[in-house]
């Protein structure tokens, strides 16, 4: 658990820190939220308010309630008192062990993933609608988040845009970790800037996917039906040997964990393989993709 900053009820932290200096989550995760709303839901069955919690608790209201909102990160300290003052149920401990805090730049759906995939020891991406992340390169990165509605501000756009950059840095970081492309054809001749700038995209999968350690195949057009017609898939290994899946759709995503259905979105992936070009082939139509902008 992370470990914050008291703000006590007296204008001063537990640990003697000035209150004030327990500063607000930028962006808040889902994990803080859902912490807080059993923090209220236990505060609420024990019939005490916010003002009462924070007498009992040595913290003030005001904190009481950031942390029910899901904008501060408790502190241990938080943790063991509220837990004393709400019935020693064990809830508070164990959901603090999951606290995260927020990563800006990234939707609140895809956090988890994020995380999962830089502990990953394997990691298997199909995709049917845009360049995979790992494999954008800045100006794509760019037009994509720009054409999201609804419109960012500039300052949300630097952070996507700073956080897709800092999300591929473990392709060079982790080399002897296997990571696995398969990208349908179309999605390499949709059309985005000018020419040029669809060169400098394919040279850059090109080079990322050059390394022993990274596979592409592309699934050429002539392919027809397939096995992973359903959607967008990503499926990755953990250290323990444990397979976990992930899908997106519009404005969600979801961590798929049930073995069953990991099994199956194996079983798809595996086949699609066997229909997708080779790697040589799919870089080779890469290349004369390039040639022809």
Known sequence: MSIGVGEAAGGVGAQGVPAGEWEREPHPSDSLRTFGAVVQALREHAGLSRVELG?????????????????????????????EALGNTGALRK??????????????????WA???????????????????????????????????????????????????????????????????IVEEHVFRRRFGGAEMMRELVDHVLELTAPRNVTLQVVPLEAGLHACLDGPVQVLETPEGRRLGYSEGQKNGRLISDPKEVSVLCQRYDTLRSQALSPDESRALLERLRGER
Not at 169 to 177: D, L, N
Request: glycine letters at 6%; proline letters at 4%.
């Open 115 to 181: 995380r999962l995939e830089r502990e990953a020891v394997s990691l298997c991406t199909y995709e049917c609608r845009l360049v995979p992340g790992l494999l954008q390169s800045e100006a794509y990165a760019r037009a994509v988040f720009e054409g999201t509605i609804p419109l960012r501000t500039d300052v949300e756009l630097g952070e996507q845009l700073a956080a897709r950059m800092e999300r591929k840095a473990m392709m060079r970081e982790r080399p002897t970790v296997p990571f696995s492309f």
């Open 95 to 112: 959901a603090a062990c999951h606290l995260t805090r927020g990563e800006a730049g990234l939707a609140a759906w895809f956090r988890r």
């Open 55 to 83: 007498a009992r608790v040595q913290y003030s209201k005001h904190t009481v309630e950031s942390v029910e909102l899901g904008r501060r990160m408790p502190d241990e300290v938080f943790v063991e008192r509220a837990e």
